[in-house]
């Protein structure tokens, strides 16, 4: 058997039709940094210190919402929680900021994980997961 090729994630690069909103998600709201913009073809490079985002502007505006059930392409991106108790104030604190939520902190399967589901500002979904142990 071969060994992989690859050794994890480098960063994801995200197409936002919000590019300031998009990267205020994630730098006031989930207290990421931001790490550098790029001013020739709009982007700002966020990271949790684990993983980088590269968030790209449209150069056109988007023809409808993504639909995870019909489109082909990213139907969400997910970030563990370190505990119950912070993915229950991330919920609140997001709910309260007035994002979209798709569902609240909820049991994963039987258990004892949990995660929740919001749409940061230009619809992408975007799931928290903590693995309850």
Not at 88 to 97: A, D, H, I
Request: proline share 7%.
């Amino acid at each position: 058997m071969n060994a992989p090729f690859t050794k994890g994630p480098h960063h994801i690069g995200l197409t936002v039709s919000n590019l300031e909103e998009s990267a205020k998600f994630f730098t006031s709201l989930l207290g990421w940094k931001e790490v550098r913009r790029r001013e020739d073809y709009p982007a700002i490079f966020v990271s949790d210190g684990q993983i980088m985002l590269t968030l790209w502007a449209t150069k056109e505006e988007p023809v409808g919402e993504f639909n995870k059930n019909k489109n082909v392409g990213l139907h969400h991106v997910a970030f563990s929680i370190a505990d119950e108790e912070s993915l229950n104030r991330l919920y609140v604190r997001l709910k309260e900021s007035g994002v979209k939520i798709e569902f609240s902190p909820e049991l994963l399967g039987p258990g004892p994980a949990k995660h929740m589901m919001c749409y940061e500002p230009s619809g992408i979904r975007v799931e928290f997961t903590w693995p309850g142990n």
